[in-house]
């Protein structure tokens, strides 16, 4: 299988939000239009506005770049005004992200990819097949 660009980076979160919809009191959500967030943009926005941490703090936080994380950051906010504004409901899902010990990476062709909670470790690469792979070492 031939990629096209820059494979995605896995963003590390420290905990999905307990909720994900927030909606406009007195609509009923089926008559509300919707913009999506993703995990790693809402902890992002959590990092950087809620906690008050610099962008680059956030950045090793989340095991990202500093452009990466402003990318997120802007994204987020940017849906949130909307929805704000034009009256929207919020959905949180999807997104790129995993907890800390979740997060493998295969020797042999470098694909990283997040293992479901509760599993251990994978036995096998899902991209090639390759049986030698290791957890992500994360760089504080």
């Known amino acids: ?6 494979p995605k980076c896995i963003r590390i ?4 939000p307990g909720i994900d919809y927030f909606k406009p009191r007195g609509t009923p959500l089926n008559k509300l239009k919707s913009v ?6 809402i902890e992002a926005m959590r990092l950087v506005d809620l906690e008050g941490l610099e962008q680059e ?20 906010r ?12 919020i959905e949180i899902r999807g997104g790129f992200f995993a907890t800390e010990d979740g997060v493998f990476i295969c020797r042999e062709c470098s694909h990283e990819w997040v293992a ?3 599993e251990g470790k994978p036995t096998r690469c899902p ?14």
């Open 1 to 6: 299988m031939h990629r096209k660009g820059r």
């Open 13 to 16: 979160v420290k905990d999905k």
């Open 36 to 41: 999506i967030l993703s995990i790693e943009e």
């Open 57 to 76: 703090k956030a950045a090793k936080e989340m095991k990202v770049s500093r452009r990466t994380l402003a990318r997120d950051l802007k994204r987020g």
């Open 78 to 89: 940017k849906k949130t005004v909307e929805a704000l504004v034009e009256g929207k409901a």
């Open 116 to 118: 479901p909670s509760g």
């Open 127 to 140: 991209e090639c097949d390759v049986k030698d792979i290791r957890r992500m070492i994360q760089n504080g």
